[in-house]
């Protein structure tokens, strides 16, 4: 890892029911860009528990994301792995950017409002200063570029503006970080409604397609993935489960949409969702197979990870340091 390098962080919660979206959306692109950058990718074990977790689950959770992202081609020679709550640097620097960040902006963020209304009475505090903790994974390691799916831009914005305005009251502590948002894959919609994102906690699980589904069950899936009344294949707006599948195999095989598109020219909607699923199921089967590698050795999984969390540690209390003196906190 050259010094000269630029700085790359991701996370992702840890869950067993990682979908094609935070593939697509992420881990693709973590993958592709990795060499250029020193990385810090981490399972945000802290950010899950505002949704109520298993404690019987958590760290098995944890273990398969982790392994994961090493399945998927995550390289240790570019990159820093570990979870979350293994560096507590995060916590700390989530308190203190509390204290620069407002009840207004925090309250426009469209996850928020999304998932609180479907809180019910009880919303956690935790969801609402959310973004706050997802500043502090970025802004602790000073990273210059994070890779996310579209749904996260307006939290990298956060970021942004709370880093400006920390370094504009005391000094440059921070560096202000770029989102990298794929232009295709970005938004991975649910095959059953596809006008929503795919997701792992959406209500049917036959619309979302998990990273641990059987090869027979992506087959099913796709088979089964909403279409329209039509039988023309083309890229168009009122077309988003077209689309959908269209922009599935684009951020997979690396073809243009305008080329994918083309090649179905005259052909029905069956021949689309057959070549989708089998493109899914080429790319997947090798993922699945080296993750179950991973997690058959849990031992090397927690060498790794220990290792990370110490490296990442390092990096991140330079930067506590940093801000605790540009604060004025008393000296030890
Ligand atoms: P939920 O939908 O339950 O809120 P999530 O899957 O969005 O969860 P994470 O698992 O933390 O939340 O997402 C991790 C990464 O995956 C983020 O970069 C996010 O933008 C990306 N991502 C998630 N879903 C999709 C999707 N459907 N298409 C593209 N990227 C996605
Ligand atoms: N909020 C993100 C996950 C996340 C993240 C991060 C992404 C937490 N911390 C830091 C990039 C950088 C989500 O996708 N739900």
Redesign the pocket.
């Known amino acids: 890892m050259s010094a000269s390098k630029k700085t790359m962080?991701?996370?992702?919660?840890p869950t067993n029911k990682l979908t094609i979206g935070?593939y697509l959306g992420?881990i693709k692109n973590w993958v592709k860009l990795q060499s250029e950058y020193d990385c810090y990718f981490?399972a945000?074990d802290l950010?899950a528990i505002t949704a109520k977790q298993d404690p019987k689950q958590l760290a098995d959770n944890t273990f398969f994301a982790l392994a994961t992202y090493l399945a998927a081609g995550i390289d240790l020679k570019h990159a820093t792995i570990f979870a979350?709550s293994h560096v507590r640097q995060h916590a700390e620097l989530a308190w203190i950017l509390n204290c620069y960040s407002y009840m207004g902006e925090l309250g426009r963020m469209t996850?928020f409002k999304e998932k609180s209304s479907r809180a019910g009475e009880t919303i956690p505090v935790g969801l609402f200063t959310?973004?706050v903790?997802?500043a502090s994974?970025?802004l602790l390691y000073q990273?210059d570029l994070?890779?996310?799916?579209s749904?996260?831009k307006q939290?990298?914005e956060l970021t942004r503006d709370v880093a400006i305005r920390f370094n504009h009251n005391h000094s440059k502590v921070f560096t202000v970080p770029e989102p990298y948002i794929p232009t295709v894959g970005a938004r991975i919609m649910d095959l059953l409604e596809p006008t929503n994102k795919m997701s792992k906690s959406s209500p049917n699980e036959m619309g979302a397609v998990y990273l641990s589904d059987s090869m027979k069950d992506i087959e099913k899936k796709f088979k089964r993935a909403v279409t329209d009344s039509g039988s023309e294949i083309t890229y168009v707006e009122e077309k988003p489960g077209i689309r959908n599948l269209i922009d599935i195999q684009a951020a997979i095989t690396g073809r243009s949409i305008g080329d994918i598109a083309k090649s179905y020219e005259g052909k029905m909607y069956g021949h689309l969702k057959v070549d989708t699923a089998n493109i899914v199921i080429s790319e997947l089967q090798p993922v699945q197979e080296r993750t179950q590698r991973f997690l058959a050795d849990k031992g090397e999984l927690q060498r790794i990870l220990r290792a990370g969390s110490d490296k990442a540690a390092t990096r991140a209390e330079a930067t506590i340091r940093k801000v605790y003196d540009a604060i004025g906190f008393a000296p030890r």
């Open positions: 962080v991701s996370g992702i919660q935070n992420a981490f945000v950010h979350q996850q959310y973004p903790l997802m994974d970025i990273a994070v890779p996310v799916g749904d996260q939290h990298l």
